[in-house]
Structures are given as structure tokens and as C-alpha cells.
């Protein structure tokens, strides 16, 4: 796997980077672990200094850092600058409040014993991320991690190698010791033995069902504790009842946020046939209205995807959903545009039989579904491989959490797309993985709930 630089916009290569040996790999898990040991026994203080600078750095250089997510991948440059914010908050929410998180607990046990739990760090944690958020993904793992007093290596997208690069020279500028953070440009195929390494004590992938079903099996061999957060098909429902406008604004932010390249995407919507053709026409207007062009130019609303292959992917998923019965409302294919560019599209009619009725579709495409009651919208909703998130639009909000809690996913909001924050737990079930991120059930994943007694 080569780690390339190449421009979405012009699918023009502007840099490469030269993968890892097996060597150089040791060499640094050799590094990381020596610097482990050493980093456990820091105070919360030191470790706060280093998150509190991190976020400093990001904040005086967000222009910069910001750049590099658009070249790379293509992100709308306002979007990326969002996520620089974004990354900078969730660094200083740990530094505020891990120690409070990992605090010792005080049991109780019913012989009157001294009793508590100890939050101690495991170790060297293997994190497996993805392009579509190159910075945000890395502090999810990297704050959590580090503030317990484990040490990561980090296998980034090979398409956002600068981004990677960047962001491990943000953590030694911040003052993270070498080895804390570890940047590693290795062929996926190296991951497995990378698991197998006893020092490694614990895996986080975010990526495909692919990738983590390959990530979580080979950690599963090494008995090593492993987090996934995988795909989704997240549900947006729309009631009789719901603020039409204000919906069609959320759909198309919850739908078109980085070009639609998001797990919680808002992807499957679900409307009642009462309000449904007004509500599709309030939705094409919308996607008329988007302008395609360079994602650095702020005007631009519609940016290109990720590569090349990544529109391909969706033209063609598209494609097939059209041969199989699916009706296009609007777009539907390429456009004849130079660089990694996919029309808008509705597409309505999707059957069962339609191989797109169960697929997750990573990018600016919506599958409209109408539905007769809140039954039917529960049914539909809950019928996918996927639980990641999900949304629910309606004025009556005692109505929205009954819904809320039949859907079968890990994360529900009403009146608003699934999204994230530092203090909300993140994560989901079934295909779209297991274990959380952020919050306080984020940085306890990858700790050793050590009990005390005392007779």
C-alpha cells in the first residue's frame, strides 16, 4: 500500500510517502514501549500540559491544519476547519476531566470490607483509522488514551499522509515525549502481525465492516482487547407533525456533511406518505440549489469525494440500485466534471429485493422511503444490518423518545442528525461495532478495572 498525497479535486498526486519495514515497525513498538513505562507513572498535571498545548497549537494553526484535511481527502475547507475546532475541544474536555473519570471507585461490599476499583493503563493501544475525519478520529483514541497513561500507535488512511504526519508532529510540539504517539505508515496487510506483538495491549479500529471483522479477528486470536466503530445506515424519520423547513435543513446538513462521507450520515429517510411529496420537493430544491467545484473556494457547497475510486464506488452502487428498480428524483451518475465528483441523488422506490436496500452508501446519495405510520417507520428503521445512530423529526417530544428507544442503534437524536460532541458517548451495535468513544465511557475502554481488598 503506497501512502499518497493526491488532490480529490484534480486527482493529481503531490506526494508519497515510503511504507514502514518490518524493521523500522519494531523499532518503534520497541520505542513505544520504553516510553510507556515511563509515561504511566506521569502526573494528570503533565499529561493535561500536553493535551491543553495540543489544543492551543490547533487552535493558532487551524488554518493550516485545515488545509491539509482539503487537500487530501476534500472536505469543503469550512467543514475542515469545523473539525480542527472540534479536535482541539475534545483535547481539552479530557484535560479537564479525566482525572475526575478515573478517579478510584469506593465499593461496598456486604462484609463491611475495604473494597475499590483502580484505573490503571494497559499499555501499548494499536489504532486502525480512517481518512473521512483525519484529525478528529485520531484524538478520539489519542486524548483518551493518553490521559490514562497508555501509549498508541497509530495506522492512518494511506490517502491523508500529511494529515497523519501533521498530527503526530502536533503531539511532540505539545510536548508528548517520543513513542507517546506513533505515527506508522504500514501496508494493512501488516497489521495482523503488528496485533500479535505481546506488548500490544489493545486495538481501536474505526473503518469498514471489512476492516474491523479482519482487525477484530486477529485480536480476537491474541486475546487483546479490541473497540470498533464501523459503518452505518443511519434512519432520519419524519413524522406527520415535523417542522418541514427546519427538517429539510437538517437532512441536507445530516445528509451532505463531508459530501455524505460520514458513519452517522444521515442515509435512509424515512418520511410519512402523508407529508412525503412535500417534503421530497422541499429536499430537490435543495440538492438543485448545491454548487459543485474546489473545496477550497468557500463558495463551494458541493465538494468532490475522497479519491477516485471512492466516486466510483458510488457511482456504481448507485448505478445498480437504478438496474434493480430505484427510481432517481434528482442526479444519479457522474458528472462530467474533472476530479472525484457524484451528483446529489435521491433515489425513491427501493425495494427489498434492490441489492442498495441494505447497503451503506458512503457518500451525497439519499434512499427515500415512504411509510404509512410510526409502526411501519420503527420496522423500516430497525431493518438493517446497521446500528450506528439515527434521527427522529416531530414537534411531540414525549412521542420522539418512545420511538427512540424501539430503534435498534447505539446512538437516537430528536430533531437533529446523529453527530458528536467530547461528553457524548459514541458508538453503536450490530454491524456498525461495539465499544464507545468519547465521554466518560470513552476513556475506560482501554484501562485494567483493577479491584482492591482490604480484609
Not at 20 to 30: M, N, P, Y
Not at 284 to 302: A, C, I, Q
Not at 331 to 349: D, S, V, W, Y
Not at 420 to 436: C, V
Request: hydrophobic share 40%.
Amino acid at each position: 500500500m503506497a501512502y499518497k498525497t493526491v488532490n480529490p479535486f484534480t486527482n493529481k498526486e503531490i506526494k508519497s510517502y515510503v511504507s514502514l519495514t518490518e524493521r523500522e515497525v519494531a523499532e518503534k513498538i520497541d520505542q513505544a514501549e520504553v516510553c510507556f513505562e515511563k509515561w504511566r507513572k506521569t502526573d494528570f498535571a503533565t499529561r493535561r500540559a500536553v493535551m491543553k498545548k495540543a489544543a492551543s497549537i490547533l487552535r493558532e494553526k487551524k488554518g493550516e491544519f485545515a488545509r491539509l484535511v482539503t487537500l487530501e481527502m476534500g472536505k469543503l475547507i469550512s467543514e475542515a476547519e469545523g473539525e480542527v475546532d472540534v479536535t482541539a475541544e475534545i483535547f481539552d474536555y479530557y484535560a479537564e476531566n479525566a482525572e475526575k473519570f478515573l478517579a478510584a471507585e469506593v465499593l461496598k461490599p456486604k462484609d463491611g470490607k475495604q473494597a475499590w476499583i483502580e484505573n490503571e493503563p494497559l499499555g501499548i493501544i494499536l489504532c486502525v483509522e480512517p481518512w473521512n475525519f483525519p484529525y478528529y478520529q485520531l484524538v478520539r483514541v489519542v486524548a483518551t488514551n493518553l490521559m490514562v497513561g497508555n501509549v498508541v500507535l497509530v495506522k492512518h488512511a494511506s490517502i491523508v499522509p500529511q494529515c497523519a504526519e501533521a498530527f503526530e508532529k502536533l503531539m511532540l510540539n505539545a510536548g508528548a515525549p517520543e513513542g507517546a504517539y506513533t505515527n506508522l505508515y504500514v501496508d494493512s496487510s501488516h497489521i495482523g502481525k503488528i496485533i500479535e506483538d505481546s506488548r500490544i495491549r489493545g486495538v481501536a479500529v474505526t473503518g469498514s465492516e471489512k476492516a474491523g471483522s479482519s482487525v477484530a479477528s486477529k485480536a480476537g486470536e491474541s486475546l487483546k482487547k479490541s473497540t470498533m466503530e464501523l459503518g452505518g445506515s443511519d434512519a432520519f424519520i419524519v413524522l406527520e407533525d415535523a417542522d418541514l423547513d427546519q427538517t429539510c435543513m437538517w437532512g441536507m446538513w445530516g445528509r451532505m456533511n463531508n459530501t455524505g462521507q460520514c458513519c452517522v450520515a444521515s442515509k435512509r429517510f424515512i418520511v410519512m406518505d402523508s407529508i412525503a411529496d412535500q417534503f421530497l420537493n422541499k429536499l430537490v430544491e435543495k440538492f438543485s440549489s448545491l454548487k459543485m467545484g474546489d473545496p477550497m473556494d468557500r463558495s463551494t457547497t458541493l465538494g468532490p469525494l475522497s479519491s477516485e475510486s471512492a466516486a466510483k464506488d458510488i457511482a456504481e452502487l448507485t448505478k445498480k440500485a437504478i438496474e434493480h428498480g430505484a427510481n432517481v428524483v434528482i442526479g444519479g451518475k457522474r458528472p462530467e466534471h474533472p476530479g472525484a465528483f457524484m451528483e446529489a441523488t435521491i433515489l425513491t422506490n427501493i425495494t427489498k429485493e434492490n441489492p442498495a436496500y441494505y447497503r451503506e452508501f458512503f457518500g451525497p446519495v439519499i434512499l427515500f422511503f415512504r411509510v404509512p405510520d410510526e409502526e411501519a417507520a420503527i420496522k423500516l428503521a430497525n431493518d438493517s444490518p446497521f446500528g450506528l445512530g439515527g434521527s427522529i423529526y416531530t414537534k411531540d417530544i414525549e412521542r420522539a423518545k418512545k420511538i427512540a428507544k424501539q430503534i435498534d442503534t447505539g446512538m437516537v437524536f430528536i430533531n437533529k442528525p446523529t453527530w458528536t460532541a467530547p461528553d457524548l458517548p459514541f458508538g453503536g451495535t450490530k454491524h456498525s461495532g461495539y465499544g464507545r468513544e468519547l465521554a466518560k465511557e470513552g476513556i475506560l475502554e482501554f484501562v485494567n478495572r483493577k479491584l482492591i481488598y482490604v480484609n
